[in-house]
């Protein structure tokens, strides 16, 4: 063979080493060539064996290849294991909850298939201010400044943290408990919710739960509505600010069932269609909201016709004592519509129907409580009873009465005396108690006689009916039971006393909303008046009502930065109607009178 294929041989084997070949490749055996050019090794020119056909020697080499790669295949099925192991905590229905967040949160999304999830970390605090000693003069130090220049790295490092999804939470100091959850500015989706409804009801001391640009929509909202009872009875604040919804379900919060007492709305695009959802939440003909305690509607859209159906659901309200409609967009029309509800107002023709069908209902209700009602109906069924007992009993029982009479020795007249006032007063307590007051049973007669004391008024054999007291006692027993269903229930509006006037029925205003505001809307001085109006007539209904309890109208109302000007009459007027009344100003006042009294 000429040298050249030779070398061509040498360099096509080199090429294939330096692209690492996937076939094996043998070195190639160079034959000894006579000067004539015939070949000594006697061999055949051919290179030896090809790639495809391994010689014996090299298929041991590719036997231990494969006896190793059945050893990875072998050891394989521990890494499979893992997977394995990874897809067994996929329910995270077997997992039982501790009552600690950070754990019950990290492992439900494990078993969950989450691997980067957010976590749970204490709500970082304000640091400090420095202390006043320290002179603002001072130059830094040079240590200082060296740890200054260290200290960057971790700073900025720190500030991109911040920003990273995070579950912040509040707890008790003594026991680590959560008491209030944090999240903000990332998407709450429907699997983190379905995880929150698993590890959320065991938290047994979680009051409040804020949400804060979590990109929530109308399908979310719902999941969330339905978690909420599932929770500890002490969640009573939600807070969702920046959600706006197109739909704007809000009002699904606010619910006959809801337990929430403190609601915060803002920044969520709510409009008039919003408003009035709203208000019918608070407040309709046949149904209200008992629950809430404070609503939070500022910086929305909200104008005048929404502020109208805001103020049509304060008319029957008597639980919600804060409200705020600060930066919104209502005008003299809205404002009016406010004013009007804290003050006496005519009731509609629809009100004036349902007051008169509960007064019918709650005068049924009172027949029926009433003495005088169950007398009658005691004494048919004791007629019936005697029919069918028949009169000997009752004259049985009157023999034994007058035999003991006769037995007792007259030394223990005075006994009797007492024990017949005791037997007397019992009874008059029973009679408030039962319907069925005007007739003893067989047991209370033989009490009776083992007293040795006959009580005219309990003959149950004439006709008539017995006489159970005075028209004062039963009038007491009357209020007592008013009262008692006014503690266990909330007396209807409807129900309170009015004024008629003209043909006209005129309800007294809400007395029960405390704090009102309306800070940088578009009021001027004709919406002024009707609130003037509306303070005058609180203070004077306070005035009058010094010595009784009960809701003495608005404490706090702001009306600044509106159209008007500060120096307006009316606005003076206002502020010094409301400054009296201002249980911040009067504690300021008492401090302030404390410290010049001690100096």
Same mark, same amino acid.
């Given at each position: 063979?000429?040298?050249?294929?030779?070398?061509?041989?040498?360099?096509?084997?080199?090429?294939?080493?330096?692209?690492?070949?996937?076939?094996?490749?043998?070195?190639?055996?160079?034959?000894?060539?006579?000067?004539?050019?015939?070949?000594?090794?006697?061999?055949?020119?051919?290179?030896?064996?090809?790639?495809?056909?391994?010689?014996?020697?090299?298929?041991?080499?590719?036997?231990?290849?494969?006896?190793?790669?059945?050893?990875?295949?072998?050891?394989?099925?521990?890494?499979?294991?893992?997977?394995?192991?990874?897809?067994?905590?996929?329910?995270?229905?077997?997992?039982?909850?501790?009552?600690?967040?950070?754990?019950?949160?990290?492992?439900?999304?494990?078993?969950?298939?989450?691997?980067?999830?957010?976590?749970?970390?204490?709500?970082?605090?304000?640091?400090?201010?420095?202390?006043?000693?320290?002179?603002?003069?001072?130059?830094?130090?040079?240590?200082?400044?060296?740890?200054?220049?260290?200290?960057?790295?971790?700073?900025?490092?720190?500030?991109?943290?911040?920003?990273?999804?995070?579950?912040?939470?509040?707890?008790?100091?003594?026991?680590?408990?959560?008491?209030?959850?944090?999240?903000?500015?990332?998407?709450?989706?429907?699997?983190?919710?379905?995880?929150?409804?698993?590890?959320?009801?065991?938290?047994?001391?979680?009051?409040?739960?804020?949400?804060?640009?979590?990109?929530?929509?109308?399908?979310?909202?719902?999941?969330?509505?339905?978690?909420?009872?599932?929770?500890?009875?002490?969640?009573?604040?939600?807070?969702?600010?920046?959600?706006?919804?197109?739909?704007?379900?809000?009002?699904? /919060?606010?619910?006959?069932?809801?337990?929430?007492?403190? @609601?915060? #709305?803002?920044? *969520?695009? !709510?409009? +008039?269609? $919003? &408003?009035?959802?709203?208000?019918?939440?608070?407040?309709? /003909?046949?149904?209200?909201?008992?629950?809430?305690?404070? @609503?939070? #509607?500022?910086? *929305?859209? !909200?104008? +005048?016709? $929404? &502020?109208?159906?805001?103020?049509?659901?304060?008319?029957?309200?008597?639980?919600?004592?804060?409200?705020?409609?600060?930066?919104?967009?209502?005008?003299?029309?809205?404002?009016?519509?406010? &004013?009007?509800?804290?003050?006496?107002?005519?009731?509609?023709?629809?009100?004036?129907?349902?007051?008169?069908?509960?007064?019918?209902?709650?005068?049924?209700?009172?027949?029926?409580?009433?003495?005088?009602?169950?007398?009658?109906?005691?004494?048919?069924?004791?007629?019936?009873?005697?029919?069918?007992?028949?009169?000997?009993?009752?004259?049985?029982?009157?023999?034994?009465?007058?035999?003991?009479?006769?037995?007792?020795?007259?030394?223990?007249?005075?006994?009797?005396?007492?024990?017949?006032?005791?037997?007397?007063?019992?009874?008059?307590?029973?009679?408030?108690?039962?319907?069925?007051?005007?007739?003893?049973?067989?047991?209370?007669?033989?009490?009776?006689?083992?007293?040795?004391?006959?009580?005219?008024?309990?003959?149950?054999?004439?006709?008539?009916?017995?006489?159970?007291?005075?028209?004062?006692?039963?009038?007491?027993?009357?209020?007592?039971?008013?009262?008692?269903?006014?503690?266990?229930?909330?007396?209807?509006?409807?129900?309170?006393?009015?004024?008629?006037?003209?043909?006209?029925?005129?309800?007294?205003?809400?007395?029960?909303?405390?704090?009102?505001?309306?800070?940088?809307?578009?009021?001027?001085?004709?919406?002024?008046?009707?609130?003037?109006?509306?303070?005058?007539?609180?203070?004077?209904?306070?005035?009058?009502?010094?010595?009784?309890?009960?809701?003495?109208?608005?404490?706090?109302?702001?009306?600044?930065?509106?159209?008007?000007?500060?120096?307006?009459?009316?606005?003076?007027?206002?502020?010094?109607?409301?400054?009296?009344?201002?249980?911040?100003?009067?504690?300021?006042?008492?401090?302030?009178?404390?410290?010049?009294?001690?100096?």
């Amino acid at each position: 063979m000429p040298r050249r294929t030779l070398h061509r041989n040498l360099l096509f084997g080199h090429r294939l080493q330096n692209h690492h070949s996937f076939c094996l490749f043998t070195p190639v055996r160079v034959p000894r060539v006579a000067a004539d050019g015939t070949n000594m090794s006697g061999e055949a020119s051919v290179p030896a064996a090809s790639p495809r056909a391994p010689r014996p020697g090299t298929q041991k080499s590719s036997s231990t290849v494969t006896k190793k790669g059945d050893r990875g295949a072998k050891e394989k099925p521990a890494t499979v294991l893992t997977s394995v192991g990874e897809e067994e905590p996929k329910n995270p229905e077997e997992y039982q909850c501790t009552g600690a967040l950070e754990t019950d949160f990290a492992e439900l999304c494990t078993r969950s298939g989450y691997t980067d999830f957010p976590k749970v970390v204490t709500r970082p605090r304000p640091h400090p201010t420095s202390l006043p000693s320290v002179s603002l003069s001072e130059k830094p130090t040079l240590d200082d400044q060296r740890l200054s220049g260290s200290c960057s790295l971790n700073s900025l490092e720190s500030k991109y943290v911040f920003f990273r999804p995070t579950i912040q939470v509040e707890q008790e100091p003594e026991d680590k408990s959560v008491k209030e959850i944090y999240i903000r500015g990332w998407k709450v989706e429907d699997r983190i919710l379905g995880i929150f409804s698993k590890c959320l009801p065991s938290l047994s001391q979680l009051q409040a739960i804020n949400l804060w640009k979590v990109g929530l929509t109308d399908k979310t909202l719902a999941t969330l509505i339905t978690l909420l009872p599932l929770c500890s009875p002490t969640l009573r604040k939600v807070s969702l600010e920046g959600n706006p919804l197109p739909e704007q379900s809000y009002h699904k /919060l606010m619910a006959q069932d809801s337990r929430i007492a403190h @609601l915060s #709305l803002r920044n *969520n695009n !709510i409009d +008039d269609h $919003g &408003a009035q959802l709203l208000g019918q939440a608070l407040s309709t /003909l046949h149904n209200c909201n008992r629950t809430l305690v404070s @609503l939070n #509607l500022g910086f *929305n859209h !909200i104008g +005048d016709e $929404g &502020a109208g159906y805001i103020a049509d659901g304060l008319r029957l309200n008597r639980s919600l004592l804060w409200l705020s409609l600060a930066h919104n967009r209502i005008q003299d029309k809205g404002a009016l519509k406010l &004013a009007e509800v804290l003050r006496p107002f005519e009731l509609t023709h629809t009100e004036v129907v349902e007051r008169r069908r509960l007064l019918l209902e709650k005068g049924t209700q009172e027949r029926l409580r009433s003495p005088s009602s169950s007398r009658h109906g005691d004494s048919k069924t004791d007629r019936e009873k005697n029919q069918l007992v028949g009169v000997s009993s009752v004259a049985l029982v009157d023999k034994t009465d007058k035999m003991q009479t006769l037995k007792t020795p007259k030394s223990l007249g005075k006994k009797k005396e007492k024990s017949g006032e005791v037997v007397k007063k019992e009874e008059k307590s029973g009679s408030g108690q039962s319907p069925t007051q005007g007739t003893p049973k067989k047991e209370d007669s033989t009490k009776a006689g083992k007293g040795k004391v006959t009580i005219p008024e309990q003959k149950p054999i004439k006709g008539k009916g017995p006489k159970t007291g005075s028209k004062e006692k039963r009038s007491i027993l009357l209020e007592s039971e008013q009262l008692v269903a006014e503690t266990t229930e909330m007396v209807n509006p409807l129900l309170e006393p009015v004024e008629h006037r003209d043909g006209k029925v005129f309800m007294p205003g809400n007395k029960v909303l405390l704090h009102l505001n309306l800070l940088r809307n578009r009021i001027t001085e004709v919406g002024l008046e009707g609130f003037l109006i509306a303070v005058q007539y609180q203070a004077q209904f306070s005035k009058s009502k010094t010595v009784s309890k009960g809701p003495v109208g608005l404490l706090w109302l702001s009306l600044a930065k509106n159209c008007f000007s500060v120096q307006c009459p009316m606005y003076t007027m206002i502020q010094e109607l409301m400054l009296p009344r201002d249980p911040i100003s009067k504690a300021k006042l008492r401090e302030e009178e404390a410290t010049t009294f001690s100096t």
